[in-house]
Structure formats: structure tokens, C-alpha cells
């Protein structure tokens, strides 16, 4: 309860609160509890996005990468350059990559969902391509000497047993994608990391918004764990 | 948008990194090679700061776990649990909860930094074949001598990896520091106002070709670093053919 606050520096949600200890705690930008749950609704909706950002570009990252994986798979030579491409849009920053995205395709979620989706082909494709790589060649001589066709062996054989990597590779690219998608508010996309940027003084915004980032990560490798318990009954879920 | 009006704004952004121009309100010249000079210095001593301390502590932990084989969860989950924490959530965590300037911001590059180096040299140590360390045991090696002759130079192109990996990493992270007062590159990336579109492309193009530039670099270091008999045993049929795609060695995962 210390010195007056000037009405022009009034922060949000000043007159909703009753007790002069909040009062003195948001003033401060410190971690006021009561604040919180008073305004928690303001964090819904960029959590959602958020929610959306990771999901549409992880969705569309797996389908390219498993696509790009069965073709590297089939056409070995074609491994290499694949792996080289995806490890130079892997280096490149994910704010410079925003932002040299936004003369192509302007402000909005496309120019985010383009780049985080450029960053799950590393680690999905590499993690499809070895996962179908490592099965072993008895087992598809075997599926073969059955008389399955080669998309049969693919699907039926090769793929079950790649499936732990697989799911491995989604995992990391899950945290990796929510991770980067605090940065996309640089590409005009909204999320969780524009909370944490609009107010990176104020502790009880920061550890909000921050902590929900987290909690969705730790949802989503939850998420992908329990799909893969799902897939795969006859085989205990291998650590990523 | 039309191909030429694209094609335009690059141009622009380049023009930006070597002319200053007056500032979108006016007021102040912004740009050019001496502002960005001056911010790419202050972006790369950041980040060279940070390395060399998240180096000095988490080689030589990684290297010693990995050599006496415990403690394999603790060493590789580190790496998890940084991924699953935003850099943006963490570098605001710091300011608001213990303070700006540069030592606060390297602070947080040097935990951003410690894991993937952690893991590597922890990884890069313990896959050693036992039996190569057991026979060199048997030809009268001391501890130390194992150590120092057989483990740690099979392990140091992993090493080096995982040190080309936090690199980017650092590299790409010293960007949000104006946040917290410190002012590198991303100073025009920051300050849309004062710098405008074509000066947050200009600062984003330099700070990508320093990041490739750093991968690059350190990837050359990784391969000189790579004993003889590794790289043959790897390469049987000769070095010359898988030149060309081996440029891009073997690395741990975590863009930034």
C-alpha cells in the first residue's frame, strides 16, 4: 500500500479489484493470485489459437513427412537430399522465418501454420524413414514368401513395426511445434506468446501464459503416449 | 501481391542493412552498416558468452556421467524437459521474476544452452564399445588414459554436435533479448514502429545467414574433429562418394 498510482497508469482489471493488497500487488506487476483468477477468461482464446496453431501445422507436417518418409523408403537415394533440405529450413530461426515469410504471404495464421509445419519435416521424416528402415529384412522376406503384395507388406508389416519411432518422432515434433508457436505472434498470428509479449513485466501474466504453454505440451506428449498405447495393445509404449 | 512487389521488398531489406534512412516517424536516422554492425556485434558476444559458459559446465558433467555410465535418465530427459519450455515463456520469466540487462539474458541462453550439450556429451561417452575400452584396459591403459585416448575422441564428433545444436540455438534465441534491454538484432525486429517492414526483414535476413553461417561452421569443426578411423568405419567405400550429402552430419533435434 504504497504510493498513488497516477489514473493514466491504471493497468486492466485495476477497478474490478476490492481487497488494497491486489490492488498494490498488480500495480507491481507482481504474482497476484486473486488477479488471476479474475482474469483468467482473457487467456482462453489465445490458448485456443495456440490450441489450433500447433494442431493444423502438426496434422499437415505429419501427413507431408510420413509421405516424404515412404518415399525416401522406396527410393533410398532420395534420403540424403531430403534429410539435407528439411536440415537447412530446420536451422533457420523461427522468427527470421516468419518474418521472411510475411512479404510472400502476409500477417496471419497461413505464414505461421507454413513454417511450423517446415519444422516438424526434420524430425517426423527422419524418425518414419529409420523407423522403416530398422524393421527387419526376414520379417518382409517373410510377408513377401505369404504372398502380400508390396503395399500389403507396407502397410500391414513395415508400418506396425515402425510405429514406435514413428509415434517418437510426433512426439518431439508435438513440444518442438508448441514451443515454436509462442514466437508466431511475430507473423501476426496471435497465440500464448502474444499474452507473455503484451505484458512480459507483469509476473502473474507471464507465469499464466507461460504455464499454459507447457501444460499444453506435456497434454500433447500425453496425448501422443496414449495413441500409441492405443495402436499398438501388444507392445509396451517405447520412451521417445 | 504481385512477383515484382515481393521481389521489391527484399531489395529494400538489403538496401536497409547497408544505407540508413530517416526512421517511419521521421525523427532519427535508422539502419545501415553501422547500426548493424553495432547490433551484430552486441548479438554475437551474447551468444558467445553463453556457448562458452553452458560448454564449460555441461561438457565436462556430460563427459564424466557418460564415462562412469549412471544416471542415463537424468542426462537424456534433460533434453525433454527444455523442449517442452517456450524460450519466449522463459526469457520473460527472467525478466519479470529476476531482472534485465546482459547477464540475465545470458543467463537464460546458458540453460537454454546446457541440455542438447549435456545429452550429446553424455550420449557421445557412454556408446563407446566396451569391448574397444576393454581391450584397451587389457593393453594397460590407466583410467584416465581410457578416458582421455578411446572415449573422448570417439565421442567428440557427438560432442560437437550437440554444441553446433545449442549454437544455433543461442544464435537464434539472442533475438528476443531487447526485451530485456540487451540490443542485438533484434532490436528492428522488435521495434516495428521506429523501423518499419523492410527494417525487421533487413535484421530477420541477417540474423538467418549468421545462424547458417554458425551451423555451417561448427559442422566443419565437427568433421575435423572426427578421428580417422571413424569416419572410415562409416564410410567403407570411400570418403569421395557420400561427400556431397554428408555435409549435414548426424545431430541432435531442436530447431529454435
Known sequence: MSAKIPLAQVPEGFFTERDPDDLDCVAQGGFCPSWILENFDRYVDPFFQHVYLTGVSLAIGFVIAFALGLLAHRKRWLTGPLTAVTSILFTIPSIALFLLLLPLTGRGNTTAIIALVAYTQLIIFRNVANGLRQVPSDIVDASEGMGLTPMQTLLRVEVPMALPEILAGLRIAASTTVGLATLAFFAGAGGLGAEIESQINFKSNVVVAGGLAVALAAALDLAVLGLQRALMPWRRAVAA | ?256
Open chain 2, 1 to 256: 501481391m504481385t512477383e515484382l512487389a515481393i521481389i521489391g521488398d527484399f531489395f529494400s531489406a538489403f538496401e536497409f542493412i547497408f544505407e540508413s534512412r530517416e526512421s517511419r516517424a521521421g525523427t532519427v536516422q535508422v539502419g545501415g552498416l553501422e547500426e548493424f554492425g553495432q547490433l551484430t556485434l552486441t548479438h554475437l558476444a551474447l551468444s558467445f558468452v553463453s556457448l562458452a559458459v553452458a560448454v564449460a559446465i555441461a561438457v565436462p558433467i556430460g563427459i564424466y556421467l557418460g564415462h562412469i555410465g549412471r544416471f542415463q535418465f537424468l542426462a537424456v530427459s534433460i533434453s525433454n524437459v527444455g523442449r517442452a519450455v517456450p524460450v519466449l515463456a522463459l526469457i520473460a520469466f527472467f525478466i519479470a521474476f529476476v531482472g534485465i540487462g546482459f547477464a540475465n539474458v545470458a543467463l537464460v541462453l546458458v540453460l537454454l544452452a546446457i541440455p542438447p550439450i549435456l545429452t550429446n556429451a553424455y550420449v557421445g561417452t557412454s556408446q563407446v564399445d566396451p569391448d574397444t575400452v576393454d581391450s584397451a584396459r587389457g593393453m594397460g591403459f590407466s583410467e584416465r588414459q581410457v578416458l582421455t585416448r578411446i572415449e573422448l575422441p570417439i565421442a567428440l564428433p557427438t560432442i560437437f554436435g550437440g554444441i553446433r545444436t545449442s549454437a544455433v540455438n543461442v544464435v537464434a534465441t539472442a533475438t528476443i533479448a531487447p526485451y530485456a534491454n540487451v540490443e542485438t538484432l533484434g532490436i528492428p525486429i522488435i521495434n516495428f514502429n521506429v523501423y518499419g517492414g523492410t527494417g525487421q526483414l533487413a535484421a530477420a535476413i541477417v540474423v538467418a545467414l549468421i545462424t547458417l553461417a554458425c551451423d555451417a561452421g561448427l559442422g566443419g569443426v565437427q568433421r575435423v574433429v572426427t578421428p580417422k578411423g571413424l569416419k572410415l568405419a562409416a564410410n567403407p567405400g570411400g570418403a569421395a562418394k557420400r561427400r556431397l550429402f554428408g555435409l549435414i552430419p548426424r545431430r541432435s533435434v531442436q530447431p529454435s
